[in-house]
């Protein structure tokens, strides 16, 4: 941002950025249930949205304090800690008493063994976490998570579905939403360096960060139409998300702790925890297909009466299985 600061109505703005938050989630939500059909249209936007918003969070920070996040060891090290071993755990801990629909299951498990890895970052710098070092450790929890999650899905729901995961959605999250946006950031760095006008556009850009934040809450929280018409399937795990969040978080706080991070970073800790990957994810749900025979839950009869069920749905279009609507819209909850 400018040294001299925001001035009029982007200085209100910023001022009351989080109610302007609030009032965008609330106009998405009511927005999604009253016009499903505006639903596809928002959703495109979520990326390129999501994708500016990155560019004017990596515009305010400079290259060289991105090199020395490389090289803080303990920080990627409790990144990985907190993502890979504690949440996991913690997941592990909900799973029993998760409602006995393999479709919510593994609509669950898809959004929480997911570290984000993108709009993270805008969320940990508005908190006062350090964004340049999670914006460091995107690579490596990206990485992590591909490999990971066959497994993880493996351990919870069986080997039929731990061939879901594919690396295209992941690969082009952090193409569109990480690598180009920051290219174009450091390009307007070397830019406003060198000339006034350059710095000039910086400074505009980075006016536009409460704007983006809204409008990215706004596309996000609005719901799609498979929740409007059955909000009885996904309305009960909130709880399991909501409980989630407090245990995380504290989770967290606990890692920083033993890790001696400084606040910033234990900060950047605990948002990287608390806040998972639904937007990567998302694409890969409708490829996702639960398991006919769940040996959870139920005796061979009860299987057998939910296998002929008339409300599991039809294949998905263009021959390919899916699992039922809701659990599609499952990973948006988060």
């Given at each position: 941002?400018?040294?001299?600061?925001?001035?009029?109505?982007?200085?209100?703005?910023?001022?009351h950025q989080v109610a302007i938050y609030l009032a965008a989630m609330a106009v998405g939500g009511l927005l999604g249930w009253a016009d499903p059909d505006a639903s596809p249209g928002l959703e495109h936007a979520i990326n390129p949205v999501l994708g500016t918003l990155l560019f004017v969070t990596f515009l305010q920070v400079p290259a060289a304090e991105l090199v020395r996040s490389l090289r803080d060891g303990r920080?990627?090290?409790?990144?990985?800690v907190v993502n890979f071993v504690v949440v996991p755990l913690v997941v592990a801990g909900m799973f029993t008493f998760l409602p006995a629909d393999p479709a919510v299951q593994v609509g669950v498990l898809l959004v929480l063994l997911c570290p984000c890895v993108d709009y993270v970052i805008v969320f940990s710098g508005l908190a006062g976490g350090s964004s340049r070092r999670l914006l460091a450790a995107t690579p490596l929890l990206l990485v992590a998570q591909m490999l990971l999650l066959p497994l993880f899905l493996y351990m919870f729901m069986g080997s039929e579905l731990a061939d879901i995961v594919e690396a295209s959605p992941f690969l082009e999250a952090f193409a569109f939403l990480i690598v180009i946006p920051l290219a174009l950031a450091w390009a307007l760095q070397a830019w406003?360096?060198?000339w006034p006008a350059g710095q000039k556009f910086s400074d505009a850009a980075t006016t536009t960060t409460v704007p983006l934040m809204a409008a990215i809450l706004l596309t996000v929280v609005t719901p799609r139409s498979p929740t409007r018409r059955q909000?009885?399937?996904w309305a009960v795990v909130i709880p399991f998300y909501v409980l989630f969040l407090l245990v995380v978080t504290f989770a967290g706080k606990a890692v920083a702790k033993l890790f001696r991070l400084d606040a910033g970073a234990g900060r950047a800790i605990v948002f990287t925890g608390a806040t998972r990957n639904s937007l990567v994810v998302l694409p890969l749900a409708p490829r996702s297909s639960p398991p006919r025979t769940p040996s959870?839950?139920?005796s061979p009869t009860t299987r057998r009466r939910r296998r002929s069920s008339p409300s599991t749905p039809p294949s998905g279009a263009c021959g390919a299985t899916s699992i039922p609507t809701s659990a599609r819209a499952s990973p948006s909850l988060i």
């Open positions: 941002m400018s040294q001299q600061g925001p001035q009029g109505l982007v200085e209100r703005m910023e001022h920080f990627l090290t409790a990144a990985l406003s360096a060198l909000p009885d399937r959870w839950t139920g």
